[in-house]
T-cell receptor, first 112, second 114 residues
Framework: ETGVTQTPRHLVMGMTNKKSLKCEQH?????MYWYKQSAKKPLELMFV???????ENNSVPSRFSPECPNSSHLFLHLHTLQPEDSALYLC???????????FGEGSRLTVL | KQEVTQIPAALSVPEGENLVLNCSFT??????LQWFRQDPGKGLTSLLL?????REQTSGRLNASLDKSSGRSTLYIAASQPGDSATYLC?????????????FGKGTKLSVIP
């Protein structure tokens, strides 16, 4: 595996379900990010982890809960979502200092 | 708050043509600026990264320029090919306390007609 890998690629869930999105980076980076991409809107930064500590949380509802157990893995735990949360969720990583961002293929989430 | 505008929103050109995509941003205090392409339903692929101290970067048929003081960047694509069809996004990264924040534009959707 190379680059940034996200699973699952597609997820359909009901409003009462609990699910998780997983991201793994194989680039030796020390910062990881979650972005949300909704139709016809720019990418929105949700969370940033630097050296496994959360450094940014852009007013994201508590129904989204991130977890970064180590520098290579990032999770986004989902519970009691709303239909408007349906979007493409993108994970990215970078090396602190150089700043070039590398993205995964995304997880397409549909909330019924 | 940084705002990014990309013009045009969509562009259709015949194969072989040279073209320029424009990106403007409101806050010139940036650390760097990155250009990406995104194919439908896919993630973003990094094309070029320009540091704030640089004026331009080149990779193959792509050339990106940066004028930080005027808040502008351009992406030049030479001899366009159908495989270049995608949405192109620019994203300046803030400096200092905002250095974790990349602000994205809505992108330019490029179609290269064979």
């Amino acid at each position: 595996e190379t680059g940034v890998t996200q699973t699952p690629r597609h997820l359909v869930m009901g409003m009462t379900n609990k699910k998780s999105l997983k991201c793994e980076q194989h680039l030796g980076h020390n910062a990881m990010y979650w972005y949300k991409q909704s139709a016809k809107k720019p990418l929105e930064l949700m969370f940033v982890y630097s050296l496994e500590e959360r450094v940014e949380n852009n007013s994201v509802p508590s129904r989204f809960s991130p977890e970064c157990p180590n520098s290579s893995h990032l999770f986004l735990h989902l519970h009691t979502l709303q239909p408007e949360d349906s979007a493409l969720y993108l994970c990215a990583s970078s090396q602190i200092g150089t700043g070039e961002l590398f993205f995964g293929e995304g997880s397409r989430l549909t909330v019924l | 708050k940084q705002e990014v505008t990309q013009i045009p929103a969509a562009l259709s050109v015949p194969e072989g043509e040279n073209l320029v995509l424009n990106c403007s941003f409101t806050d010139s205090a940036i650390y760097n600026l990155q250009w990406f392409r995104q194919d439908p339903g896919k993630g973003l692929t990094s094309l070029l990264l320009i540091q704030s101290s640089q004026r331009e970067q080149t990779s193959g048929r792509l050339n990106a320029s940066l004028d930080k003081s005027s808040g502008r960047s351009t992406l030049y694509i030479a001899a366009s090919q159908p495989g270049d069809s995608a949405t192109y996004l620019c994203a300046p990264r803030g400096s200092g306390a905002g250095s974790y924040q990349l602000t994205f534009g809505k992108g330019t959707k490029l179609s290269v007609i064979p």
